[in-house]
């Protein structure tokens, strides 16, 4: 069965500091990878995915998150943060050969951008 | 993309009582997902709606606490059974995008239920 791992369930951070929000998952078949956002107050967003090709996925806002197979992860990073990043992070995982999209969320990660 | 439209947004409802959530598309979709959020936790997958067939549930669900109808391919509705205050969360309508080049999973708002 597939699963999702964050270990962080917080992460404070200052303002333009870096930041890396660990993702790790388990399952025995190739997979797509996401991270969501849900900003206070607001729905899920999908901030990027990885589905084939490059490792390195980026999203609009300077988030960033490399799938390493070997080691099972798919940890999001951002160079400098802003407070607007303040924001509950999701990791999920989805079976790429499934006979439907059946998403399977992590525990999430708090992430606040300090002043 | 697809927009979802859930209703009601939120409610306050009394124990044993019964709440069904709608769901609308603005487009049609082959599965529809049903998600809740309990307080400052993740989401957890409820049941997969297909059109036409009976919603698939996972582990810790039941129909008849969570029964879902699928009567096409642009709306679903979840009940909420015999409500308890254990129930209170948000609960999440998504569909997901046709074909794997598409975006997974677009979201509703969400409801937000409070048991009393």
């Known amino acids: 069965a597939q699963s999702v791992t964050q270990l962080d369930s917080q992460v404070p951070v200052f303002e333009e500091a870096p930041v890396e929000l660990r993702c790790n998952y388990s399952?025995?078949?190739?997979?797509?990878l996401f991270w969501y956002v849900q900003y206070p107050n607001q729905g899920l967003q999908l901030l990027l995915k990885y589905l084939s090709g490059s490792t390195l996925v980026e999203s609009i806002n300077g988030f960033e998150a490399e799938f390493n197979k070997s080691q099972t992860s798919f940890h999001l990073r951002k160079p400098s943060v802003h407070i607007s990043d303040t924001a509950e992070y999701f990791c999920?995982?989805?079976?790429?050969?499934?006979?439907?999209?059946?998403?399977?969320f992590g525990p999430g990660t708090s992430l606040s951008v300090i002043p | 993309s697809a927009v979802i439209s859930q209703k009601p947004s939120r409610d306050i409802c009394q124990r044993g009582t019964s709440l069904t959530i709608q769901c609308q598309v603005d487009?049609?979709?082959?599965?529809m997902f049903w998600y809740r959020q309990q307080p400052g936790q993740s989401l957890t997958l409820i049941a997969t709606?297909?059109?036409?067939?009976?919603?698939?549930?996972e582990s810790g669900f039941v129909i008849d606490k969570f029964p879902i109808s699928r009567p096409n391919l642009t709306f679903s509705t979840l009940t909420v059974s015999n409500m308890s205050p254990e129930d209170s969360s948000i609960y999440l309508c998504?569909?997901?995008?046709?074909?794997?080049?598409?975006?997974?999973?677009?979201f509703g708002s969400g409801t937000q239920l409070s048991v009393l």
């Open positions: 999920a995982v989805s079976d790429e050969g499934t006979s439907y999209d059946k998403v399977i």
């Open positions: 709606a297909n059109q036409g067939s009976e919603a698939t549930y």
């Open positions: 998504s569909v997901s995008g046709q074909g794997v080049s598409t975006e997974k999973l677009f």
């Open positions: 399952s025995s078949v190739s997979v797509y």
């Open positions: 487009s049609q979709v082959t599965m």
